[in-house]
């Protein structure tokens, strides 16, 4: 991508952001024609808050997994269960993802994410290019105050 390119991408930002928000808030229920579909979507709770930004190439597939019974799929719930519980990510056996779906009281609190997640509304906005799709990623969390964490590595 030229520089040219990317100054024309984050100009775009503003545009998309307008769409993103103009977009009448969706049920959780994946349809037909997400499939394949590269979006930036953002999730809101039961208060209409905007609580996570996503990217995808495939927004039906993406929303299905979100409520997924596994927590490499349903990663939102999963982080949302550990702070729910206030449990510190580890990369030890013990407190690992893994060894933490064992635990009843942690499934317990991933599946009750999981089902709020599913009541959760959501709005998205196609984009095609990668670059954009990272971009507006991060600008419409940016805007609307939702997690950066996913922007962090350790």
């Known amino acids: 991508m030229s520089e040219t390119r990317f100054f024309e991408a984050v100009d775009r930002m503003p545009h998309l952001f307008d769409q993103l928000v103009r977009c009448e808030p969706l049920e959780m229920k994946a349809r037909a024609d997400w499939k394949g579909l590269h979006a930036i979507y953002v999730?809101?709770?039961?208060?209409?808050?905007?609580?996570?930004?996503?990217?995808?190439?495939?927004?039906?597939?993406?929303?299905?997994?979100?409520?997924?019974?596994?927590?490499?799929?349903?990663?939102?719930?999963?982080?949302?269960?550990?702070?729910?519980?206030?449990?510190?990510?580890?990369?030890?056996?013990?407190?690992?993802?893994?060894?933490?779906?064992?635990?009843?009281?942690?499934?317990?609190?991933?599946?009750?994410?999981?089902?709020?997640?599913?009541?959760?509304?959501?709005?998205?906005?196609e984009i095609e290019c990668p670059i954009e799709q990272h971009l507006f990623e991060l600008y419409a969390a940016l805007r609307l105050g939702t997690s950066l964490s996913e922007f962090t590595t350790s």
């Open 43 to 125: 999730f809101y709770d039961a208060d209409g808050n905007p609580c996570h930004t996503g990217r995808t190439r495939n927004l039906q597939g993406r929303v299905r997994a979100h409520t997924a019974d596994s927590h490499h799929s349903a990663s939102f719930a999963f982080k949302r269960a550990r702070q729910s519980l206030e449990l510190k990510a580890t990369y030890r056996p013990d407190g690992s993802r893994a060894s933490l779906m064992q635990d009843a009281a942690f499934k317990a609190e991933f599946d009750r994410q999981r089902q709020q997640i599913g009541e959760m509304r959501l709005r998205y906005v």
